[in-house]
Nanobody
Framework: QVQLVESGGGLVQPGGSLRLSCAAS????????VGWYRQAPGKQRELVAR?????STNYADSVKGRFTISRDKNTVYLQMNSLSPEDTAVYYC???????????WGQGTQVTVSS
């Protein structure tokens, strides 16, 4: 059974930092494109950052220079710095394989940026 389990969300003040983690089991994680998406209330889910098995990364324009995605054998991380209220959302981890149907999602972790 494939599981992606996120952790690290919470409440942080503007300008603060959080580090999200997503631990994978049940798949050969190293061959998947893995990424972080977010969904704010009333908005569509959007890509935040992703990384390929080869180590290439891409980021949403809104987080460039503030967020960093990284991965090791079975975990993907999202370091988030200089957080603003606009970053408030549920953050989801995703793993995408070669086939479109070979895609998995975590349950999501809430990030709230507020003073």
């Amino acid at each position: 059974q494939v599981q992606l389990v996120e952790s690290g969300g919470g409440l942080v003040q503007p300008g603060g930092s959080l580090r999200l983690s997503c631990a994978a089991s049940g798949i050969m994680f190293s061959i998947y494109v893995v990424g972080w998406y977010r969904q704010a209330p009333g908005k569509q889910r959007e890509l935040v950052a992703r990384t390929t098995p080869g180590g290439s990364t891409n980021y949403a324009d809104s987080v460039k220079g503030r967020f960093t995605i990284s991965r090791d054998k079975n975990t993907v991380y999202l370091q988030m710095n200089s957080l603003s209220p606009e970053d408030t959302a549920v953050y989801y981890c995703s793993a995408q394989g070669f086939a479109p149907a070979d895609r998995y999602w975590g349950q999501g972790t809430q990030v709230t940026v507020s003073s």
